[in-house]
């Protein structure tokens, strides 16, 4: 256990009647790309907000970096080293770029954005440079997820669990991200939840696919997109 | 920040200070004047209180008063039935209003937006009660009169009454500081992370920021500016009673931050000169004074959503934007055709 980086057993999550996450087991190693795919609904951002804390487990344990974080407020499990992006694109809209990195900035420890030990090396790799007096709200869908991206690196995170990170980008703007993404997974552990294919299949060392809160199936991404329980659920019965 | 923007806030603060002490000399001639001179520096430190936890946290609290009447009972009983110096029973009553403020609070931590709003509402509402109901502390209805102003003792002259513009400029200079504390928590870490639970508290959770903490710690010196100023109030104006703390008094303290500016430095004060001297200026004409009050907001609130100064720094900004982006329009088309 003490290897992994993060080890969730049996997580169950309920939501009245409908079990979100059944007996859900997810492990992680240090520097590994880990996958999460399944059809609309089958729990992937459940999982998430159960490990970051957002959401309480009803049964089973959730281990990160060799501690339990299950039942830790968010901000806990944020300074433990793991954080999130979301489906939806979430930065303060009505605060400027360099607000928004500021305010990760001075919650990862640092004085200010400018001394933040990578802070502008991160805002150049993510092309934010002539975008910092912009408010945020303003910027285009693919500005504001580097800004998401650029705000979550700040807090030099163990762990970058990234959900749907190409959701809404046009295609040159996922070759883009694409790149971003290969050039992050060398640097940081990544975990991804994405319905393209193309993304799991470049980025993902391995794959879980759910499928109603259940996991179906746990491997190499090639592996895993020529099971047949995977085309039967979630690929619609076509090949990869 | 820049050596100009530095020196620029210098000379605001050394140019507010100045003020603090030059309005109440200017006007010491004309006792009603001074007096609403006075009213105002309180409603200053009030909405100075009332801006950190609306303004710049995003919580809008309703009890306000209620708490600034803790911050006067607790005083005026320590100094008239208990025989406490002022200066001991003030900071006392100020920081138990504190406390209690922080534990009135704690509903914030679960309650969001106007769910908020109503339930501070409804302590605000309990804590009038409790003024009205007790009356063994509060004499009522009917309320405490003849609160004494505090003592000062000087060199030579021994005890001495603080009365007239003395009383005046102290206020100014306590208005003063309230701006200057939450002008400080604004412009450090914590001053960010409040701002980031303003605009989206699960973010700002998901940052790392413990945001409970930085709610109470924000009740906690929100409800110590309002003790401070409730108590001064009280010995300041002579007489207090459940009405000088009710839920229309807190609505208006939140109304003079919004209508001058929610979130910047000036704007609550800017609030405060123009609405605190209304019912004064306009008690001859009491037909017309909450029309004219109320037709005021109004306009405001319509024509300025942001306050008077939020609506100002909103379209100065806009402008600069504005400049910015069409320099670097030029810049890409001077790039453009460089390259052809």
Known sequence: MSELLLDARKVEKRFGGIRALRAVDVHQSPGETLGMIGPNGSGKTTFVNVVTGHLAIDAGSIHFAGGPIAGRAPHNITRAGLTRTYQAVRVFGRLTVRENLRTAALSAGDDSLETAEHGRELIRWLNLEQRLGAVAAGLTLFEQRRLELAMRLLLRPKLVMLDEPVGGLSAVEIGRMMALLAELKSRYSLFVIEHTMRVIRELADRVVVLVSGEKIADGRPDDILRDDRVIRHYLGGQRA | ?340
């Open chain 2, 1 to 340: 920040m820049t050596s100009a923007d530095s020196r620029r806030s210098r000379m605001l603060w050394l140019g507010g200070a100045a003020l603090a002490v030059a309005v109440p000399l200017a006007v010491a001639g004309n006792r009603f004047a001074a007096f609403i001179v006075g009213i105002v520096f309180v409603h200053i430190l009030w909405t100075a209180g009332m801006n950190l936890l609306y303004g710049y946290t995003g919580l809008v609290s309703m009890m306000t008063a209620g708490i600034a009447g803790i911050g006067a009972y607790v005083t005026t009983n320590l100094v008239m039935s208990h025989g406490w110096s002022f200066w001991l029973a003030m900071p006392v009553s100020a920081v138990g209003a504190a406390a209690v403020g922080v534990i009135l609070g704690l509903p914030a931590l679960r309650l969001r937006g106007f769910y908020f709003v109503l339930s501070s509402l409804v302590i605000q509402s309990a804590v009038t009660l409790v003024f009205v109901y007790f009356p063994q502390f509060t004499n009522g209805d009917t309320g405490i009169t003849q609160i004494p102003h505090p003592r000062l003792w000087l060199p030579g002259e021994g005890a001495v009454e603080l009365k007239g513009a003395a009383f005046e400029i102290l206020l100014g200079l306590l208005a003063f500081a309230g701006v200057g504390i939450v002008h400080l928590i604004v412009r450090s870490r914590m001053g960010a992370f409040i701002m980031a639970i303003r605009e989206d508290d699960l973010l700002a959770e998901e940052l790392g920021i413990d945001v409970t903490r930085y709610k109470v710690l924000v009740f906690f010196i929100g409800s110590l500016l309002m003790g401070v100023g409730g108590a001064f109030y009280a010995s300041y104006v002579g007489f207090i009673s459940p009405r000088s703390f009710d839920v229309l008094v807190s609505l208006n303290i939140w109304l003079m931050v919004a209508f001058g500016g929610r979130g910047t430095i000036l704007g609550p004060i800017i609030g405060c000169i123009i609405l605190v001297p209304i019912p004064f200026v306009l008690q001859d004409l009491y037909m017309l004074k909450d029309i004219f009050y109320g037709l005021l907001i109004i306009v405001v609130t319509v024509a300025m959503p942001a306050g008077v100064y939020g609506t100002f720094l909103q379209r100065r900004r806009a402008r600069e934007q504005a400049a910015v982006a069409a320099l670097e329009t030029s810049r890409r088309a001077a790039e453009r055709i460089a390259a052809q």
